[in-house]
């Protein structure tokens, strides 16, 4: 990424900008990791489950909605 020192003074104003994107990037990261890996969790369940029937994967499907709206979310707020 180039920087222009001209008159404006702008080169400092984009490598700030570019260090607060990086902080961000850096918190972000295992958050967003970890989110999908407990999609992965869940889906990985549901395809066991779902050799055993219509019934059964519906009874799961509906379980780990609620589950994820009712218990997951009061546990990371």
Known sequence: METHGGPGGGGTE???????????????????????????ILTISLMFVGRFGELALASA????????????SVLVK
Do not use: D, M, N, W
Request: charged content about 15%; proline content about 3%; overall charge positive.
């Open 14 to 40: 984009e490598s700030l900008v570019l260090s607060e994107v990086k902080k961000q990037l850096r918190l972000a990261t295992p958050l967003a990791v970890g989110c999908l890996l407990q999609k992965i």
């Open 61 to 72: 499907s509906l379980a780990t909605s609620f589950a994820t709206v009712t218990g997951f």
